[in-house]
Nanobody
Framework: VSLVESGGGLMQAGGSLRLSCSAP????????AGWYRQASGKERELVAA???????YYADSVKGRFTISREYTGKTMFLQMDSLKPEDTAMYYC?????????????WGQGTQVTVSS
C-alpha cells in the first residue's frame, strides 16, 4: 500500500501546520498508523501513533503540541502540529501496519518536509 503525505512547508516558530496522509483504501480504520520524522544528521524517531484499538502514543518532545487523528472513513490520517519549534524541522513520514511495533516494516509514504524558522 502506497501512502502519500502532504501539508509540509515553512513556518515560523509558534505557528501551526497540519500534515495529511492519504491511502488508497480505508487502511487507517483497521490498522495501526503513525508519523515519524528524521532531521538532518539524526536518527528517525516516532513522533505520534495510534494502535488498531485507537490507543495513542506521543513522543515526549511533542506531547501537548501535536495531535494525531484519522478521518472517520479511514482513508486519511492527520498530524496537527501546534506551537512549532525550530527543533521540529525534519522530513515527516507516515506509516501503517498491524501494530505500532511493526510500523517500521509496514507501508510508508515518501515524506513531506517541515521547516520551522526561529
Amino acid at each position: 500500500v502506497s501512502l502519500v503525505e502532504s501539508g509540509g512547508g515553512l513556518m515560523q516558530a509558534g505557528g501551526s501546520l497540519r500534515l495529511s496522509c492519504s491511502a488508497p483504501g480505508s487502511i487507517f480504520g483497521n490498522s495501526a498508523a503513525g508519523w515519524y520524522r528524521q532531521a538532518s544528521g539524526k536518527e528517525r524517531e516516532l513522533v505520534a501513533a495510534f494502535s488498531m484499538r485507537g490507543e495513542t502514543y506521543y513522543a515526549d518532545s511533542v506531547k501537548g503540541r501535536f495531535t494525531i487523528s484519522r478521518e472517520y472513513t479511514g482513508k486519511t490520517m492527520f498530524l496537527q502540529m501546534d506551537s512549532l519549534k525550530p527543533e521540529d524541522t525534519a522530513m515527516y513520514y507516515c506509516a501503517a501496519s498491524d501494530t505500532i511495533a511493526n510500523l517500521p516494516r509496514g507501508s510508508w509514504g515518501q515524506g513531506t518536509q517541515v521547516t520551522v524558522s526561529s
